[in-house]
């Protein structure tokens, strides 16, 4: 009886430590007798004691790598080092256990070849400024070189690149002269801008003056012009008042006496006075004596 307990025990032992749970976004690979027999997926498994074996424990999750840098030469003889950086996923787990040994060498080693080849056929120059088309080109060949092996790569990327010390010297100074080229650019330019805006400035200033000036000689003209109109106007009404009042004779010699007084204060040299206004002179003449007389 005792020993039948024991048995059955032993056997409670033996089925539980054979269950297996496979875990999300992992696979195990499961061989029998030595060979490929099955690949669990995710749940509930139950392997056959002493005859199956979990030959390996496969994880499904994108993976990321960092290669260490790698020396290339270019196509212009200049090297320098470079490091990758690697996103694969294993898409194939009994692929990814038989395919090749030591995987994660081969995509080193793989990457390292790659990347030699590809930068040898560019210049430094373009080295510098095509990371994007090297790391298509880096991606798309380690995809299909490692399909064979269950292994998808899904981006590369050229983390650093470090020219040699010599050749960053000169790229800096090169970098240093073009910032100050673009610096002299940009204050000519300001300079060129400033003066413009200053001589339109002027030229706006000169022409507001002299329509200033027009305007003022417009305004004075038109004042003269106002004042001569209202002189003339003032004339023909006391001319017109005058008719109306029907002046005699006399008056109206009176009247061409004080013009004519008023035409010798000034610089002619010679008057001519008129034949009927001289007997009147005469007799104004006259007046004036006999006034003084009294």
Known sequence: MLFLMIILVLAVIILISNVKIVPQAHAYIIE??????????????????????????????????DFPPQPVITKDNVTMQID???????????????GVERPMMAIENLTATTLRNIIGDLELDETLTSRDTVNTKMRAILDEATDPWGIKINRVELKNIMPPKEIQDAMERQMKAERERRESILRAEGEKKSAILLAEGEKESAILRAEAKKQAAIREAEGEAEAIVTVKTAVAEGIRRINEANPTEQYLTIKALESFEKAADGKATKIIVPSEIQGLAGLVTSIKEIAKDK
């Open 32 to 65: 029998r007798f030595g060979g490929y027999n099955a690949t669990w997926s995710v749940g509930l498994h139950i392997k056959v004691p002493f005859v199956d074996r979990i030959a390996s424990k496969v994880s499904l999750k994108e993976h990321v790598v």
């Open 84 to 98: 990758t950086v690697v996103y694969y996923q294993i898409t194939d787990p009994k692929l990814f256990t038989y």
